[in-house]
């Protein structure tokens, strides 16, 4: 069946250090990735998505790349703020009703 | 534009005790969802609506009841909650899907 995996949190960083957060997937077809982040005291929102293979998705310096081969869809900063802890969700929209999401990676960035 | 809401925003109830969820969406989406958000559980789906008068089962249904009777509404009841439903409530709406869904704020409900 369809799921996503990503790793386990929480990941703490201090500010301007490199940020990767590990997502692969398993899927018939070929899904759509989304990269979500939830910050405090809020609902989900979209960070960035990639429709096919080899896409680059890319939002507020946060970007992901869509690898077939490796079944795998990595976030990556290249340099954290305070203002990025958050919760990080990755998902996989399979052209079924529904998206999978995954367990959730909580981020702490440290001054 | 006010996208996604939810109505209310906190709740305290007791057990045995009944409420509504409200979640509406200005978007025009034919999908929506309801999810739960428990520490360490992730989202996990509870139902769903694939347009206006359909509602279908996701992971986690038992308890809870739905209902879509307009398109831009989603309602979700407990009949009779429990303290195990104690949870962040989100709501969610997404144009077809595989499309981005766009999240409501949640709903915080505490089942003493």
């Known amino acids: 069946g369809n799921s996503v995996t990503q790793m386990e949190g929480p990941v703490t960083l201090s500010e301007e250090a490199f940020l990767t957060i590990n997502c692969t997937y398993t899927?018939?077809?070929?899904?759509?990735l989304f990269w979500y982040v939830q910050y405090p005291g809020e609902g989900l929102q979209l960070l960035l998505k990639?429709?096919?293979?080899?896409d680059k998705g890319s939002n507020k310096g946060f970007e992901a790349t869509y690898r077939k081969e490796t079944t795998s869809f990595h976030l990556e900063k290249g340099s954290v703020q305070v203002s990025d802890s958050a919760v990080y969700f990755c998902?996989?929209?399979?052209?079924?009703?529904?998206?999978?999401f995954g367990a959730g990676t909580r981020l702490f960035v440290k001054a | 534009n006010a996208g996604v809401t939810q109505t209310p925003k906190f709740r305290v109830l007791k057990t045995g005790q009944s409420m509504t969820l409200l979640c509406a969406q200005d978007?025009?989406?034919?999908?929506m969802y309801w999810y739960r958000q428990d520490p360490g559980m992730g989202l996990r789906l509870i139902h769903y609506?694939?347009?206006?008068?359909?509602?279908a089962k996701g992971e986690v249904p038992d308890g809870y009841n739905v209902s879509r009777l307009k398109k831009q509404n989603f309602l979700l009841g407990l009949e009779s909650a429990a303290p195990s439903q104690t949870s962040v409530y989100f709501c969610?709406?997404?144009?077809?899907?595989?499309?981005?869904?766009?999240f409501g704020p949640g709903t915080r409900l505490t089942v003493l």
């Open positions: 899927a018939t077809g070929y899904p759509s």
């Open positions: 990639a429709t096919k293979a080899d």
């Open positions: 609506s694939v347009g206006e008068g359909t509602t």
């Open positions: 978007m025009n989406h034919e999908y």
């Open positions: 969610a709406s997404s144009y077809d899907g595989v499309d981005t869904q766009y």
């Open positions: 998902a996989l929209g399979t052209g079924g009703f529904k998206t999978i």
